[in-house]
C-alpha cells in the first residue's frame, strides 16, 4: 500500500483560478516526500500538496517551470500519531496578493513560511483542469 493512490481526471475543469481541498490526514512516517495531492503535467506543470522530506508542509504551484506559488510551513510536523485537519486554497482571483495561497492546520491560518511566494493575480492552477490527478500516494 506504500505505493497506492487514487487517480481521478475531470471531464472538464474549471477555470483553475478558485479551488479549496480539504482532507484528514496521518502522517505514516517521517522523512521523504509525502505528497497528499498532486497534479503532474510534467516537470514544467505542477500542483503538488504534502510533507517534504523535512517534514514541513509545501503547497507549491509550477507553471512554464517557473515556481509562481509556493507556501513552505516554517513549522514541522513530526507527531506520526496525530491526524491533521489540512485545508489549502487557491484563489488568485483574490486583489491581496498575499490571499490568493492560503494553508490551514486544524482551523488555524498556517502564517510563518520558509517560502512565501505568491502566484499572479488570476494565473490558473493546474489542479481541477481535465488531466489526471494523484491524491493520497
Given at each position: 500500500?506504500?505505493?497506492?493512490?487514487?487517480?481521478?481526471?475531470?471531464?472538464?475543469?474549471?477555470?483553475?483560478?478558485?479551488?479549496?481541498?480539504?482532507?484528514?490526514?496521518?502522517?505514516?512516517?517521517?522523512?521523504?516526500?509525502?505528497?497528499?495531492?498532486?497534479?503532474?503535467?510534467?516537470?514544467?506543470?505542477?500542483t503538488?500538496?504534502?510533507?517534504a522530506?523535512?517534514?514541513?508542509?509545501?503547497?507549491?504551484?509550477?507553471?512554464?517551470?517557473?515556481?509562481?506559488?509556493?507556501l513552505?510551513?516554517?513549522?514541522?510536523?513530526?507527531?506520526?500519531?496525530?491526524?491533521?485537519?489540512?485545508?489549502?486554497?487557491?484563489?488568485?482571483?483574490?486583489?491581496?496578493?498575499?490571499?490568493?495561497?492560503?494553508?490551514?492546520?486544524?482551523?488555524?491560518?498556517?502564517?510563518s513560511?520558509?517560502?512565501?511566494?505568491?502566484?499572479?493575480?488570476?494565473?490558473?492552477?493546474?489542479?481541477?483542469?481535465?488531466?489526471?490527478?494523484?491524491?493520497?500516494?
Open positions: 500500500m506504500a505505493n497506492t493512490y487514487l487517480t481521478r481526471t475531470f471531464v472538464s475543469g474549471g477555470s483553475g483560478t478558485t479551488w479549496t481541498f480539504s482532507a484528514w490526514v496521518k502522517r505514516s512516517g517521517l522523512g521523504g516526500e509525502q505528497p497528499i495531492f498532486s497534479r503532474y503535467q510534467s516537470s514544467s506543470y505542477q503538488f500538496f504534502g510533507f522530506g523535512s517534514n514541513q508542509l509545501v503547497f507549491k504551484q509550477v507553471n512554464a517551470g517557473s515556481t509562481t506559488g509556493n513552505t510551513t516554517n513549522r514541522l510536523f513530526t507527531d506520526i500519531t496525530a491526524y491533521y485537519h489540512l485545508v489549502v486554497v487557491w484563489d488568485t482571483t483574490n486583489g491581496t496578493a498575499g490571499d490568493r495561497m492560503k494553508l490551514y492546520v486544524n482551523g488555524v491560518e498556517e502564517t513560511f520558509a517560502t512565501d511566494t505568491n502566484p499572479s493575480s488570476g494565473l490558473a492552477s493546474t489542479w481541477g483542469n481535465a488531466n489526471p490527478m494523484e491524491i493520497a500516494r
